[in-house]
């Protein structure tokens, strides 16, 4: 059993103006967790209207979805207290005139001053998934047969139609915001771990990157656990949704070990076929088609069903298929999280959107 860790992160909004308020620290410093599992369940973000939370390690959906619901009430409560609410949106529906300062941090201020607008327009918030990995060599083969689907689960998880005040027309625009950053969107094939490795080196010794915490590619090697993370999905506005998403994630990393060790060969997919489909299922969502991982345009459904059926073996091993598979038409019967937005805009406008995304 692959072991697990979701992170998500979310956006402070003033509960009159739905504008996002620099209240991190007065949020962070009033959660009451109890137990606390560790140091970082709660952590800073980038700018100072986010705060980001993290699972401890998980055997299975269950546990991390206890988990998931324990720091997101921890996090709601001390919003309420600190009179903001957190909102589990993608990108913030609208914003104020004035950027949000950026959370004091040498990392986080240096970024500032090498790309200020990106750093002021960064109201994204995602979702990221961490599955252990055996080691680093295979955690390169499971990215590379990993990266077809990305662009299935950036259309599933779409939650960020609107910016400043608008609808985007895109179910992900979080996707397209994060497109602006030197190093981004679905990752490359990598011919082992020193290609991965020289690759990086190339980019930092080039200065395209500060760090190896500006690879924002969708699916990466962490640095600091030994996982693979993906990092394509927008946070979800409800944490069994979220479950869900961590489940196919894992689903996706037990199949791409089993297929490595029994020696199939990865799909192949061209690296500019692989991004317009991301941009398409960023735009579309599950509205139509999509570019399924042979490069096909198909219907939306049969793609996300020929994803079920990809990792239906490592899903029914981890004992997560019933909850998957119902969770999953659920989402093809109502609709992406971004659909639901727009329902909601189209309802009530951002009141309406308000109430949705800042619901524990």
């Not at 659920?330 to 951002?350: E, F, I, N, W």
């Amino acid at each position: 059993m692959l072991t697990l860790g979701i992170e998500e992160e979310y956006l402070l909004l003033d509960p009159a103006t739905a504008l996002p308020v620099p209240l991190a620290d007065e949020v962070r410093a009033a959660v009451d967790l109890d137990p606390v599992v560790h140091e970082r369940e709660i952590q800073a973000e980038l700018l100072q209207a986010q705060v980001e939370v993290a699972t401890p390690v998980c055997s299975d959906l269950a546990e991390a979805g206890r988990h998931l619901l324990r720091l997101r009430h921890a996090v709601s409560s001390a919003a309420k207290r600190s009179g903001c609410r957190i909102a589990a949106c993608g990108t913030a529906p609208c914003s104020g005139p004035e950027p949000v300062p950026v959370t004091i941090n040498p990392r986080y201020l240096a970024m500032r001053t090498r790309a200020a607008q990106l750093v002021d327009e960064q109201f994204v918030h995602g979702m990221h998934v961490h599955v252990a990995i055996p080691d680093r060599e295979m955690g390169v083969a499971v990215l590379n047969r990993v990266r077809p689907w990305l662009p299935v689960l950036v259309a599933m998880a779409g939650n960020s139609p609107l910016w400043n005040g608008q609808d985007t027309g895109f179910s992900s625009w979080r996707t397209v915001v994060y497109s602006r950053w030197p190093v981004s969107g679905p990752p490359p094939y990598f011919h082992g771990l020193a290609d991965y490795e020289e690759r990086i080196d190339a980019l930092m010794t080039a200065g395209a990157i500060a760090d190896r915490g500006q690879l924002y590619w969708q699916a990466r090697l962490s640095e600091r656990y030994p996982t693979i993370e993906v990092r394509c999905l927008d946070v979800q506005l409800r944490a069994d949704d979220s479950v869900m998403f961590a489940g196919i994630v894992r689903g996706l990393v037990a199949t791409a070990l089993r297929d490595e060790k029994a020696g199939r060969p990865p799909t192949p997919c061209l690296p500019e076929l692989l991004a317009a489909a991301n941009w398409h299922a960023a735009r579309h969502g599950l509205d139509g088609v999509l570019v399924d991982p042979a490069g096909q345009r198909r219907g939306a459904d049969d793609v996300v069903r020929s994803l079920l059926v990809h990792i239906g073996q490592s899903l029914e091993e981890a004992g997560d298929t019933r909850q998957v598979s119902s969770l999953v038409h659920r989402l093809l019967r109502r609709g992406t999280p971004a659909d639901r937005q727009r329902r909601a805009l189209a309802t009530d406008g951002l009141k309406a959107v308000m109430e949705l995304i800042a619901e524990p």
